[in-house]
């Protein structure tokens, strides 16, 4: 069967090779006579499945030891809960930043656990833009500053760091981890949901500066505590064996591309066709503040909704599948992530301007 063009912001497209690697070992993983779901998570076989997505993860992001790498069932949305129960002491304040859906959700869910101050917000503004902010408008004692690096809903992007002093920088970078090179020495944690950039559902990576592990409320939650995951593999339950399995023939795939900041090349130039092609339309029209376009979720309208669905559905019909935008926002979005090749952008584009041509 032909696969599509897969525009999904999540779970979203994934790299071939990998998916055709799954399938060959799907039975049976090399010598074992099994296939890896059917492995016991602390089998020798299965450890070193799993030793070897955590070495490829720090390899291609060049995390060094003074980082614990964790892979947790919960997602992302897990991690709102957690961050709080791990860094955040009871009369603490803890600063977020609502650039975003996610954003503004992980402060909700922070706001369950203790005192959370919110030092700037795009809300009113649709979140087209991510909100301007200084370190004066953190609180001096604050535990940590939560921001999300790319709102994968509203297609933004930071194009720059905040600089925290020596407040911790917390990054959920569910929607553009291994799009672009970071410098992990800047976070005291990122972690992202697997499901846009890493491989399947089912689990965020955690990225912990060890310093910051070992705090934990009392009411965290055994399978939160990044100090407890952190001593034993993140294996104080059963973790998600299968998609950290994928997730290290994903990474691979990432190595092979030459790694992260040659993958970044190429969503720069998959960006700017399809931003090209938005500002020199008559019919299509980016929604994201120039300033902040995120490269990898491009979000648009005609601003009619019945085009734009129409669009969606004309686009479907030539191959290039999940296009609409999502349903808190409408429109259109296209998902470009590592996993989506510029032939892929290539064709959309080509598609944008042949639907414009007959359309306008
Ligand atoms: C998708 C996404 C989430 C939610 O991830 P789950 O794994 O579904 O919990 C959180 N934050 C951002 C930025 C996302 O893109």
Redesign the pocket.
Known sequence: MDRVYNFA??PAAMPLPALEKARDELCAYGKTGMSVMEMSHRSKMYLEIYQKTEAAFRSVMQIPDTYAVLFLA?????Q?AAIPMNLLPEDGVADYVDS?N??H??AVEAKKYGNVHVIASSREENYVRIPAFTVADLDANAAYLHI?T????FGTRYTKLPETGSIPLVA????NILSEVYDINRFGVMY?????NIGP?GM?VVIVRKDLMGHARAITPKIYDWAKQAEGDSMVNTPPTYTIYMAGLCLDWVAEQGGVAALEKVNIEKAALLYDCLDNSKLFKGTADPAFRSRMNVTFVTGNPDQDADFVKEAAAQGLVNLKGHRLVGGIRASIYNAMPIEGVQKLVNFMKEYEAKHV
Do not use: C, H
Not at 74 to 78: E, F, M, Y
Not at 150 to 153: E, F, S, V, Y
Not at 192 to 196: H, R, T
């Open positions: 912001a999540g919960g997602g992302a949305t897990g709102f975003g996610f954003a959700g992980a999300t790319n709102n994968t809903i959920d970078a569910s929607s992202a949901g697997a499901q846009k559902a965020a």
